[in-house]
């Protein structure tokens, strides 16, 4: 794998390690406890996994065609500075319909981890496949900013759960 795609993949392992230790001792009725018209910390995480499980397997379609794929520049590197800016501001998106069908309403962490696992193994799998000359192509298509490069999707990822960390963090 390129080290610039190990370094981001290992952050976002940290991240994800990060998340589950804290809450790994809580019972079960606090992750899935929720005041109405809001999700449950397993709810939270659910989309989470969901959202990045979405994405890979569109990653593993568009590596097809990588080579054919334009490189991303200047422009790219503003859309996804303005995406991190969003992300960390407490605003609130509408999540993409089909993130929001594809979210289950999974309610024991043992499950989510062992999803997110899976989820993540596919991952590594697309970035191994990616090579040191192709890292820059444009073959993610974020659904607000558009076509994004792979090391943009990885801090995307992240981004995404520092941005319902406050949600998580309020529940606790």
Do not use: C
Request: aromatic residues 6%; charged residues 30%; without cysteine.
């Amino acid at each position: 794998m390129n080290s610039r795609l190990q370094q981001l993949f290992d952050s976002l392992e940290t991240q994800r390690h990060e998340l589950f230790s804290s809450l790994k001792d809580l019972p079960a009725e606090k992750l899935n406890g929720h005041v109405p018209d809001k999700w449950s910390i397993n709810q939270i995480i659910a989309h989470l996994i969901s959202a990045e499980e979405l994405s890979v397997r569109y990653l593993e379609k568009k590596i097809l065609g990588i080579d054919q794929a334009k490189d991303t520049g200047v422009v790219e590197e503003f859309k996804m500075l303005v995406l991190q800016i969003s992300q960390r501001l407490p605003l609130r998106f509408k999540a993409p319909k089909k993130v929001i069908e594809n979210t289950p309403d999974e309610t024991d962490l043992k499950n989510l981890i062992e999803k997110w696992n899976t989820v993540r193994l596919q991952l590594k799998d697309v970035l191994e496949k990616i090579g040191d000359h192709q890292i820059k192509r444009g073959i993610y298509r974020h659904v607000r900013v558009g076509m994004i490069n792979i090391q943009h999707a990885l801090k995307f990822f992240g981004e995404h759960t520092i941005h319902h960390a406050p949600q998580i963090k309020r529940q606790l």
